[in-house]
């Protein structure tokens, strides 16, 4: 029932736009990883020319394994670039480095909603892996209690995903206005890293969708329960 139930119906058009995002940034992604950036940086290279721009010159760059995984980590003031994007001289590279930069500057300039993003993160992560399981043994065992702290739980995970939209644009923001600050001059290369940051931006707009709908499942499966 809470696999296959009529509930499910609700995330089927969201999970076609995940599905479509996903397919998306990675298309794009692809397509500009084989065009040179006209700066001739690589993605290490220009995440320090922003870096230093900003004066801060404290935030070491490191590369990290896989691919698309690159990250900020505020704690430990350490950018993490993946192999292609560290080392690549390619648009995608260019403008996925200038990005992860964006939460950098966040950082430094104390940006809240990045703020409470950090802060919620330890309960956001536990919630979203036991919000479920939790939930089920509720359903299962008609236990009101249990269903209600998954669903808690899950609300704190769906805070998380919410939170993060506008953190992730406003360094898609930060990250095209330094790149057009004397790093990009060609609007045609602005533009595919717009391209690029966007394809990305709707991943994060599907994955808060998918967490909205999943709530809303839960909460219809909770009252069928009274």
Do not use: C, W
Not at 56 to 71: C, F, M, R, S, W
Not at 154 to 173: C, K, R
Request: overall charge positive.
């Amino acid at each position: 029932m809470f696999f296959y139930g009529y509930t499910f119906l609700l995330i089927i058009p969201v999970l076609i736009l995940a599905i479509y995002a996903q397919n998306k940034v990675k298309g794009v992604y692809k397509k500009y990883s084989k065009i040179a950036n006209s700066a001739g940086l690589s993605g290490a290279e220009t995440a320090q020319k922003i870096l230093n721009a900003n004066e801060l010159q404290d935030i070491q760059i490191e590369k990290i394994a896989g691919e698309l995984t690159d990250n900020y980590q505020p704690t430990k003031k350490t950018l993490f670039l993946s192999q292609n994007i560290f080392s690549g001289r390619s648009i995608s590279a260019l403008g996925i480095a200038a990005h992860e930069v964006g939460h950098a500057i966040q950082h430094a300039q104390g940006y809240v909603p990045l703020q409470i993003r950090n802060s919620i993160f330890p309960v956001a992560s536990f919630g979203s892996q036991l919000a479920f399981p939790m939930f089920l043994i509720g359903l299962l065992f008609r236990t009101g209690f249990l269903m209600d702290l998954g669903i808690i739980l899950f609300a704190a995970a769906l805070l998380f995903h919410i939170v993060t939209l506008p953190v992730e644009f406003n360094a898609s923001y930060l990250a095209l206005q330094q790149l057009s600050a004397g790093i990009i001059e060609s609007k045609q290369e602005l533009s595919a890293v717009k391209k690029i940051l966007n394809a990305a931006a709707l991943t994060y707009v599907a994955s808060t969708l998918m967490a909205l709908m999943q709530l809303i499942r839960l909460l219809i499966l909770r009252n069928a329960r009274d």
